[in-house]
């Protein structure tokens, strides 16, 4: 609880007011690998030293990975990132030209936003000297959204208690983000200080690499005359003829290399990681051709719309493959027996009834807030597909870093025109953004991870949930404190410029074009949408009929996102090695280079907590990973 409260207390100022790699920032998180690996060959070895049969047992050292894992989202891009500045921004950046006042004020619940003028202003201008936090302001929407939050939170582990077996046991996931801690946390053999994998010196050649690269590049940050190795390359400056010019529209078509990610795509199938960067260049060039041709097509909507429709497709496939597993566990809420499920995180009947139970607590709170029925149902419904398809994306897919290029609210738009949709509805879906804009640190994944990496250490799964509970409640907690007090103590403006006067604004800009200007149904945003489950459909339909199908779904689903932007490179390079690798020196020498590999991604993680620590130090932030 020690560690779920420090890295609470720094991510805040670390993310935002540092600028240094976020100590989540992925379903891999840096600063959770970066413990883990000083408790394992620090803590342990100095323990078994001094006082042998002290140290901790991998299942101990497996519930403070599980219970910092999910906590680490939290203070960040998981929660507090979009929470706390949403709760003010709509009255700082009120004026009388954007007629917010008007249009919405009289619709925000007084639960979810700080309304005190004074709290307000001194939020993003900084508390004078001597004043303290207006906490009073505080504790509205602190008990409201907590409350909402933590209910949301237990519905989707309900949920993903009942996909458990599913995915674990029936489909057989690969996990590959659980097979570094797997590796970390076997017991050492006959006494040693260390297991096996701790002395493979393959496993520190890899480690070297991101150690020796990112130790360069944090060392010409603060002594520019150290050499700073390049790993960013413009290339989409050199397209600047049309229509190839449309190359360089966002997402742009730069290269990006994070050696971390080059060496988790390794260990993916080759379906995925060529898919990830295939489907990315597709789009680019769906963008060209629209470009080129002179058509009138939004090529961001079409983009949008196409990947909407994938991804309801994909959620009816995942339904439906279990659709077997998914009967027999909701046919407990009417007495009929599921089988064992004694080993489950918790039975079905409780996990069933506490999912039914908790949507409509939420559609309740949603519609006494001011928002349809119908619109919360449709709203909290497709929260639990985007939140479930992540996961998917994450647990088999291997994808560290997600990122749609939509948001629930633009189902909406497409299915029923933004005009079927009254104003207080409209302007509760606008926080949509503090629980599903970010994907990159969302709960669902690493709850499923949990329960996959306590199968090895067979650690007993129902005190595991427990003790995920606990590090959640502590983790709001202290995240709240963390994240007003950044602000008050440091004022917003001169935070985190995207996340403080970018990210608080866009919603309520988008919020004001829908309440002034509603539509109907637009064919081509349909059009789009249909399209896209359509190829979705297809690409499923070949995959099941036809093994020479290579092209996987999973890369649809993110064609056109920041995800993609980031790392569409690195997949790149990660799926060329693992080609040749097998065609040259074939699963042998494939599995023989593994530990190499998960050296890799243990050095990035350790030099990364390195310069984390180094910048909360200096005030001089060395970032890594995307941020």
Known sequence: MVAVVCQCLATPYNDFHVGGTYLAGNHLPIAVVFVMLVFILGVNTLLKRLKPNTELQGSELLIIWGMMLVASGIPSSGLMRYLVPLAVSPFYFATPENEWITLFHQHLPDWMVVKDPKAVFYFYEQLPDGDRIPW???????????????????????????????????????????????EMFQPPSGGTLVNRFFKSRLMWSGFAIPVLLHGLKGLHLYFPSIPNPPLYFPIAQFFTEKPFSALAWWPSVNLFIYPSVIAIVYLLT?????????????????????????????????????????????????????????????????????????????????????????????????????????????????????????????TNGGL??????????????????????????????????????????????????NFKLAEPLRLKQRPFLLAMGIAIVLAMGVSYYSSVDLAYTHGAVNLQHWTYMISTTSPFNRLT?????????????LGSFIFGGATMFGMLWMRHHYLWWKLHPIG??????????????????????????????????????????????????????????????????????PG
């Open 513 to 525: 074009s829908i309440l002034q200007h509603p539509t109907g149904i637009e064919l081509e945003r």
């Open 136 to 182: 009073e302001a505080w504790v509205k929407p602190i008990v409201g959204w907590s409350a909402f939050v933590l209910i949301f939170y237990f519905v989707t582990i309900c949920w993903t208690v009942i996909l458990r077996k599913q995915w674990v046991e029936h489909e057989r996931f690969t996990f590959p983000l659980v097979q570094l801690p797997v």
């Open 270 to 394: 080759l379906e995925i990681s060529f898919s990830f960067w295939f489907f990315f260049l597709f789009g680019k060039m769906e963008t060209v051709l629209i470009y080129a041709t002179g058509s009138k097509v939004n090529q961001w909507n079409f983009h949008q719309n196409q990947q909407m429709g994938a991804l309801l497709v994909f959620i009816g496939f995942i339904l439906f493959i279990g659709k077997r597993h998914f009967g027999r566990a909701f046919a407990t809420i009417f007495g009929k027996r599921s089988g064992n499920d004694t080993n489950e995180p918790l039975p079905y009947v409780w996990a069933v009834w506490g999912m039914i139970g908790g949507i409509l607590l939420l559609t309740l709170i949603c519609s006494l807030a001011g928002m349809r029925v119908w619109v919360a149902l449709f709203i909290l419904g497709i929260f639990l597909a985007i939140t479930t398809v992540g996961t998917w994306m994450v």
């Open 556 to 625: 649809s689903l993110m064609m056109t996102s920041y995800a993609t932007y980031c790392f569409w490179g690195s997949f790149f390079i990660g799926w060329f090695l693992k080609y040749t690798t097998l065609k040259f020196g074939g699963v042998a020498y494939y599995r023989k280079l593994r530990p190499l590999i998960l050296g890799v991604v243990l050095g990035e993680c350790f030099i990364g907590g390195i310069w984390i620590i180094v910048g909360l130090m200096t005030g001089i932030g060395y970032r890594l990973l």
């Open 400 to 449: 560290m870093f997600i990122l749609y290029s939509f948001l629930p609210g633009e189902y909406l738009i497409t299915l029923f025109g933004s005009a079927r949709v009254n104003a207080p509805s409209w302007t509760l879906v606008a926080y949509e953004r503090v629980l599903m804009f970010d994907m990159r640190e969302i709960l669902m994944p690493s709850v499923m991870n």
